[in-house]
């Protein structure tokens, strides 16, 4: 299965600030999806990572908020914009080939904290 | 909406005996149920998919059920190791590539 590389591991971050967080796979991947992960809670999908084309949002998520890039096939980045305290959570990287019978591969994760 | 539930409660179990952790659904059969298992600080590992039309499945001692009637998935594990001990979580996919997840079970595996 295919190695999902994300930076950074974590970090802590001032409120209104931005970060971006990036994820290199090692081969072509057809789909790549951000999550967000709170603690003891399921993963709830950001968005699904288009190559060539803007990013698809889920209800609750909106593209000035997490403008997320897919320049080639196997990186993208997604950006936590204007950061507040309730942004604090896990930000998961995935990958997969699509198809419902097709599992999904995780990163590790960002675990991003906000002050 | 489409939901997956699966018990909040830790799951302790005594070494050697079989862990069953249970994947409740909403609404319609999903096409498929994944597993995967998430240690702290990891992202989730994929372990095992079943179809909507299998009662079963097994790897090495992992085995995960689907039962349409009671719309819930078991998930085994035999002769459970310490190292067993994580999280697991249950998914639905349905006609497209989403996932929809459970919130998942915390195993203990007790030596």
């Known amino acids: 299965s295919a190695v999902i590389s994300q930076k950074p591991s974590r970090d802590i971050c001032q409120r209104g600030t931005s970060l971006t967080i990036q994820c290199q796979v090692d081969?072509?991947?057809?789909?790549m999806f951000w999550y967000r992960q709170q603690p003891g809670q399921s993963l709830t999908l950001i968005a699904t990572?288009?190559?060539?084309?803007?990013?698809?949002?889920e209800s609750g998520f909106v593209i000035d908020k997490f403008p997320i890039s897919r320049p080639n096939l196997t990186f993208s980045t997604l950006t936590v914009s204007n950061m507040s305290p309730e942004d604090s959570s896990i930000y998961l990287c995935?990958?997969?080939?699509?198809?419902?019978?097709?599992?999904?591969?995780f990163g590790d994760g960002t675990r991003l904290s906000i002050l | 909406s489409q939901k997956i539930e699966q018990n909040s409660e830790a799951l302790n179990i005594q070494e050697g005996k079989t862990a069953t952790l249970t994947c409740n659904y909403t609404?319609?059969?999903?096409?498929?149920l994944q597993w995967y298992r998430q240690d702290p600080g990891r992202g989730p590992v994929f372990l095992l998919l079943?179809?909507?039309n299998e009662k079963e499945k097994r790897k090495e001692r992992l085995k995960v059920t689907f039962d349409t009637t009671l719309k819930q998935s078991l998930f085994h594990i035999t002769a459970s190791q310490p190292a067993d001990s994580a999280t697991y979580l249950c998914?639905?996919?349905?006609?497209?590539?989403?996932?929809?997840w459970g919130a998942g079970t915390k195993l203990i595996i007790k030596p």
């Open positions: 081969s072509q991947v057809t789909m």
């Open positions: 990572a288009n190559q060539g084309s803007e990013a698809t949002y």
């Open positions: 079943i179809r909507e």
């Open positions: 998914a639905r996919s349905d006609s497209n590539y989403q996932l929809i």
């Open positions: 995935s990958v997969g080939q699509g198809g419902s019978n097709q599992p999904q591969h």
């Open positions: 609404n319609y059969s999903p096409a498929y």
